[in-house]
């Protein structure tokens, strides 16, 4: 079973993650996912535990628990259908409000300009 394991301390290492589900069962796996480009801990990472029993039984006695300071969120994880798309599509639509509403001048030009190249589509 594939875990999720959320806030996690930036101190925490992988081999950290992986003591502390080995107590309830083999681990088959443990990463805390980082930034590509400075290799900070994004405070959250995943665990592989190949007996859904034992994988179940930690999950019920961590999450909640405190670890360096912080209360972690464990949870069995669930790939979502269009994971990576629906937070990408989240954003675009975050920026494209602040920028319709940061610049009108963008709305008008900008926007008439695309209509115009969608009506020379046509």
Known sequence: MNIYVGNLSWNLKDQDLANLFASHGE??????????????SKGFGFVE?????QAQA????????EVDGR???VNESR???EGERS??????????????????????????GYRDRG???D
């Not at 535990?49 to 029993?53: A, R």
């Open 87 to 112: 937070g990408g599509g989240g954003g675009f639509k975050k920026r494209s409000f602040g920028g319709g509403g940061g610049g009108g001048g963008y709305k008008k030009s900008g926007g008439g």
């Open 58 to 65: 930690a999950i019920a006695a961590l999450n909640g628990t």
């Open 79 to 81: 790939p979502k259908p």
């Open 71 to 73: 209360n972690i969120v």
């Open 27 to 40: 681990v088959a796996s443990a990463k805390i996912v980082t930034d590509k480009f400075t290799n900070r």
């Open 49 to 53: 535990m190949p007996n859904d029993d």
């Open 119 to 121: 009506g020379y589509n």
